[in-house]
């Protein structure tokens, strides 16, 4: 049983490893990627102690080296599933399964979207970004899945209890799993329907469709915070002045709770939910912020 799980390792996820670990807590940290800064090269001009512009992707990899040398356990895995279990929690990786009596959700604001004509539209009026949420809704209906791999399958497991008739849709990636559903292949052109969702275009043709499920690439914040009943308001996970969550033991911090999207804010987050932490897991003692 792990202590505390801090899902992320961009700048709210790291300060809040450093500083739990400067108070005694090891924590587990598991991100997938550099999280807001993957996929571009922006210099960073803004940060405290940056005599010259940094690459964004260099400050990001800094920090988790710096939690590295001070002992903190580091890994790159995607988290595809989050449960709350009694008072613990388990989250699953795309290799693991751990169990933890608390979380922290250091997510940053990254979705997986399709974006194509007609998806914001009909988001959630026929489009969901999470199965766990809205699947009930699509019993015995025709249900596509749009994803190729562990999160996918994953999202499908949970369907599947709910219907029969589903498609997946793989949107042009390659995906090679033995599956007992139909797999469509070819890029999707078009979600197409009145009030609600009724069909999805291909390069090669129009499916009839009542609900269609976003599985792509790995969860994002908000998909785990929905799947365990967690506040959210305009797309911003809600958190108390101690940075936790309506559930008990399942922190947030950084960009998933909104403010200003920025570097500073998420470090100056990250410390402040350490602190919080540390006095959850330990009700009776507070050493405060250490120095
Ligand atoms: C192009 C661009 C330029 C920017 N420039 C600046 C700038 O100059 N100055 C500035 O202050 N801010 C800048 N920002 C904003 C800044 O990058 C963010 O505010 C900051 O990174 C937020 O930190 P975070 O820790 O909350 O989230 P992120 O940095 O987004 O980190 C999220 C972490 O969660 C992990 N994660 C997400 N889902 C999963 C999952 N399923 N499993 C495992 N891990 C997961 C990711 O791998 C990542 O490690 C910029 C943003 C962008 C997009």
């Known amino acids: 049983m792990k202590n505390i799980i801090i899902i992320g390792y961009g700048p709210a996820g790291i300060s809040a490893a450093i500083y739990l670990k400067r108070q005694g807590v090891q924590p587990l940290v598991i991100g997938k990627d550099f999280g ?33 040398h001070l002992g903190i356990d580091v890994i790159t895995e995607s988290v595809i599933s989050l449960k709350s279990v009694g008072e613990t929690f388990e989250v699953v990786t795309t290799s693991h399964t751990f169990e933890t009596k608390a979380v922290l959700l250091a997510t940053g604001k990254t979705r997986h979207t399709v974006r194509r004509a007609g998806f914001t539209q009909f988001r959630g009026k026929g489009i969901s970004m999470c199965a ?8 015995r209906k025709k249900v596509a899945v749009i994803g190729y791999g562990p999160y996918m399958l994953h999202e499908l497991d949970f369907l ?25 292949r070819e890029k999707i052109t078009k979600f197409i329907g009145n009030e609600k ?16 499920f976003i599985a792509l690439g790995t969860p994002s914040s908000v998909e785990f915070a929905s799947q365990l009943g967690v506040i959210i308001e305009k797309n911003n996970v809600v958190v108390n002045d101690k940075y936790m969550t309506n559930i008990p033991g399942l922190f947030a911090a950084g960009d998933i709770i909104g403010g200003k999207l920025q570097i500073a804010k998420a470090v100056y987050d990250g410390m402040n939910a350490a602190d919080a932490i540390y006095n959850y897991l ?7 912020l250490s120095k």
């Not at 807001?36 to 920090?63: R, S, T, W």
């Not at 291909?202 to 469709?209: D, H, P, R, V």
């Not at 330990?282 to 405060?288: A, F, L, Q, R």
């Open 197 to 212: 969702l009724s069909h999805i275009e291909t390069t090669q043709g129009t499916y009839e469709i009542d609900g269609a």
């Open 132 to 139: 766990i949420c809205d699947g009930f809704f699509y019993r």
């Open 160 to 184: 599947r209890k709910m219907t029969k008739d589903i498609t997946i849709f793989t949107d042009g990636h390659a995906f090679d799993d033995e599956i007992d559903f139909p797999v469509v």
């Open 36 to 68: 807001a800064l993957e996929g571009y090269d922006d210099k960073v001009e803004n940060f405290y102690g940056q005599a010259e512009p940094i690459d964004g992707k260099v400050l990001i990899q800094n920090g988790i080296n710096q939690a590295k």
């Open 282 to 288: 330990h009700p009776k003692k507070s050493p405060g």
